[in-house]
């Protein structure tokens, strides 16, 4: 099989700050694997899960030329062997995600079927996504969900908290966003903003907000306080930095109430397969979430939908010059298509 690497940038509508920083464009890369006629896209973007650890673009372009000529000896029906390769080698989790979309586009395009009919799922058990609200004054925070509410008829908020300035300006923040939202479902997440005391009184105080979940509410590496936070929370704990592949998910089992899977994070929609029956077998809840992702990625996480309890994709939907056209968001719901594959098409980067 031949891999063409190429890389997008993409630019956010409305910057969006999380207790590690702020983003406002990312350039990702597009991968394409074309054999016996048929062309599979897959996409990688760069992310972080702790404050400055990150592989910047052109690091994962580099790693997908490395292993590029090995791959090309292979056909995208040998997914075992290839699979075996790839665990071989240290490659980032996005490189790895691009790769077992782009097979799986591939593979569905290959027998002229959706992802989601190959899996046999019901699109019609597919939950309304949320929709972001960063870190911001609560002036701002009113702003940015009034610009989501001109775009969309919005059901869930999810609303980033884990300010620098302290749980005091995160609950005028959170405040702010229920009054222009006062008939709107909202989760939290904290992006492991907050110190167990302050997670503590937080999520005890969000319970009286009708806050449904909190969100990684510890830094990475403090996983053995989750149990006592937990113990002492009356809201569900779910974890997404600290959980990153099938394997973390036992461990973290007994502590938490669910789990965030990204296909960049994972490393595939196979890997967040996997993460999917482990979680259930675990009796964990399952959300799907995103980075700086096109709609490229988030509607890979839309064939597997019907699965997760909670949607987090709107990353494609803040951004002013996505390239593709994937998904369609109806009522608040984001469907694939019937088209083969990943029901995805290229317009250009001024779409």
């Given at each position: 099989m031949k891999l063409t690497i190429e890389t997008f940038t993409v630019h956010k509508k409305f910057p969006l700050q999380i207790s590690r920083g702020t983003t406002a464009q990312t350039t990702n890369i597009w991968l394409?694997?074309?054999?016996?006629?048929?062309?599979?896209?897959g996409e990688a973007s760069p992310f972080s899960l702790e404050a400055g650890i990150k592989k910047d673009t052109e690091q994962l372009v580099e790693e997908l030329h490395q292993i590029a000529p090995t791959l090309e000896a292979y056909h995208p029906l040998e997914r075992q062997k290839i699979e075996e390769i790839l665990q071989q080698v240290q490659l980032s989790s996005?490189?790895?995600?691009?790769?077992?979309?782009?097979?799986?586009?591939w593979l569905?395009?290959?027998?002229?079927?959706?992802?989601?009919?190959l899996w046999?799922?019901?699109?019609?058990?597919?939950?309304?996504?949320?929709?972001?609200?960063?870190?911001?004054?609560?002036?701002?925070a009113r702003q940015r969900v009034r610009d989501w509410q001109q775009m969309m008829a919005v059901k869930i908020l999810k609303v980033k908290l884990g300010n620098p300035e302290g749980i005091e300006a995160d609950r005028a923040m959170l405040l702010a966003v229920?009054?222009?939202?006062?008939?709107a479902k909202f989760t939290v997440d904290a992006n492991g903003g907050w110190s167990l005391d302050d997670a503590i009184r937080m999520c005890q105080?969000?319970?009286?907000?009708?806050?449904?979940?909190?969100?990684?509410?510890?830094?990475?590496?403090?996983?053995?306080?989750?149990?006592?936070?937990?113990?002492?929370?009356?809201?569900?704990?779910?974890?997404?930095?600290?959980?990153?592949?099938?394997?973390?998910?036992?461990?973290?089992?007994?502590?938490?109430?669910?789990?965030?899977i990204k296909i960049m994070k994972a490393g595939g929609?196979?890997?967040?397969?996997?993460?999917?029956?482990?979680?259930?077998?675990?009796?964990?809840?399952?959300m799907f979430g995103c980075y700086s992702d096109s709609s490229l990625a988030n509607t890979a996480m839309s064939h597997l939908a019907p699965l997760a309890d909670y949607l987090d994709l709107d990353s494609h939907l803040n951004l002013i010059d996505d390239p593709f056209r994937g998904?369609?968001?109806?009522?608040?719901?984001?469907?694939?298509?019937d088209r083969p594959g990943l029901g995805v098409e290229y317009c250009g980067s001024d779409s």
């Open positions: 394409r694997i074309q054999e016996d006629g048929v062309e599979g896209w996005s490189v790895r995600a691009a790769i077992d979309m782009a097979l799986h586009d569905g395009k290959k027998v002229g079927l959706p992802l989601w009919r046999g799922l019901d699109p019609s058990r597919i939950v309304p996504i949320s929709v972001t609200v960063g870190i911001n004054s609560p002036a701002g229920r009054e222009q939202a006062p008939t105080w969000l319970k009286t907000q009708q806050v449904e979940y909190v969100e990684q509410p510890l830094p990475v590496g403090e996983e053995s306080k989750l149990a006592m936070l937990s113990d002492a929370s009356p809201l569900p704990i779910f974890v997404d930095e600290s959980c990153r592949t099938s394997r973390d998910i036992p461990r973290l089992a007994d502590s938490v109430k669910g789990i965030n929609l196979s890997e967040a397969i996997r993460m999917i029956h482990i979680a259930r077998a675990c009796g964990l809840q399952i998904a369609n968001l109806t009522e608040g719901r984001l469907l694939p298509s």
